[in-house]
């Protein structure tokens, strides 16, 4: 079992930036993919970044060079650092958890959800 709690969200203005934060509890985070998805109003929830135990990451093509997803097992937090924020990068952003290796970027892969966080940024 982990249990996920995401943070670091606001309202920043285009070409801002915002670190998340996602604090795990549980056995054994340094063994789970972890990763972002985040739904804005109106769409469905969409695949952000995710990151393995052997520091691998894959990203969507709408944040690629902009994004980054890192990890501290020493801390057991995963981060998003945003960089050059849009007006479409407005959503809930949720923190994720599966066990494996795989980078899947298909929702129901993960087990484990944070509450989620809101990005807002303004034009």
């Known amino acids: 079992q982990v249990q996920l709690v995401d943070s670091g969200g606001g309202l920043v203005q285009t070409g801002g930036s915002l670190r998340l934060s996602c604090a795990a509890s549980?056995?054994?985070?340094?063994?789970?993919?972890v990763g972002w998805f985040r739904q804005a109003p109106g769409k469905e929830r969409e695949f952000v970044a995710a990151?393995?135990?052997?520091?691998?990451?894959r990203y969507a093509d709408s944040v690629k060079g902009r994004f980054t997803i890192s990890r501290d097992n020493a801390k057991n937090t995963l981060y998003l650092q945003m960089n050059s924020l849009k007006p479409e990068d407005t959503a809930v952003y949720y923190c994720v958890a599966r066990s494996g290796t795989v980078l899947t970027t298909t929702n129901y892969d993960y087990n484990y959800w944070g509450q989620g966080t809101q990005v807002t940024v303004s034009s």
């Open positions: 549980g056995r054994s985070f340094s063994n789970y993919v």
């Open positions: 990151i393995n135990l052997i520091f691998s990451t």
